[in-house]
Every structure is written in C-alpha cells, then in structure tokens.
C-alpha cells in the first residue's frame, strides 16, 4: 500500500533500476507517517562512507506528540539495504555517473519502505518527447475528454435533426394500464358478452 510517491522523478530521471530499503526511524515519525503526515517529493538520496541516507524527506509530526520529544521534518534517515545491494549502488553511483532517487514509500508487511530508483537525468529534449508522447496517448484515446453523458444514446439522438430522430418507445407503463382496465373491465361481469366493445378489442 502506497503512502507516498514521487511522481516528479520519473519527470525528471530515466529510471534504470529499483530498489527496497528500510528506514531507520524514531517513533513519533512512524506515527507521523501512518497518518500520512509526510511528503518525498524534494528527497533525495546520498551515500556516505558505505551507507545510504535519504534527505529532504519532510515528516510532521501529530499535535500529540511527546513535548519533550524535539522533532526534526527533515532530519536525515538511513535507509536499510544489504551489503550487496550498497556496493552495486557505490560502484553505479561513483563510476556510471548515476543518481539515486526516491520513489515511492508503502507498507510491505506492516513495516515502512521506501523505494529508491537508480537513475540518470533526462535532457531537455527528452522530457519534451514524453511530454509529446503522453498529449499523442491522449488524443489517440477513443473519445478522449468526452463524458459519459454526451456519449448517452438520449443525448445523440436529441442532437439530430428532429426529421431524423428515432420515434420515441411507449412508455413503460402503458402494458400494465391497458391489463387493469382489462381485470376491471371483465371483474364486473362475467359474461365476457357484456364487457363494454373497448375492452373486447383489447389483446
């Protein structure tokens, strides 16, 4: 289950690969953060001597919290990663010239993660095509920006000339009144000859 995301990064960075760490957090912020109370979009993620921290990740804290308690929104957070997946990120970061990100943070398990994306940065160029590719996607959508109610059959056929509109379906009710006036009609006299001529002809 997602609590927050990161959409300005994909935005922004192709994104190459991902990866899930823990956080390193203080008890006020997991309650901050379960009340949804906390923000990613200006984080991002650092790597000092063989350990990695998320920064700029914004937590406020509930108006119940502990008053002898300091809070920092923005302190630094280590994140969790295994020893493998930390020297694969060195090796990318400081070598292959890429970036890492946050992406997205969610529960797994009933424990806080967060998903950080190994990334390269997009040129000016490139963020114009996605943009141009998302505006085609959206054109391309089979009546794109029309709502349900202009798509209603009623609405089309109000819409046309009044010489080519389809004729209008009885109403609903008319079976159901023709079948009382018939009991009512047959319920007064049983011999079907005195039943007045308008409800012999009745179906």
Known sequence: MSIADNKKAFHDYFIEERFEAGLALEGWEVKAIRAARVQIKEAYVVLRRGEVFVIGMHVSALPTASTHI????????????????????????????????????????????????????????????DEKEGLGARKAAPDAGESLISRAPWRTALSAHPADRPAAPPPWHWPIRRACAWRRCTSRRANTSSVPARCQAMP
């Open 70 to 129: 300091k809070t920092d929104p923005t302190r630094t957070r280590k994140l969790l990663l295994h020893a493998a997946e930390i020297n694969k990120l060195v090796g990318k970061v400081e070598r292959a010239g890429f970036t890492l990100v946050p992406l997205d943070l969610h529960y797994k398990k009933g424990r806080i993660k967060l998903e950080i994306g190994l990334a390269k940065g997009k040129k000016q160029h490139d963020k114009r095509e």
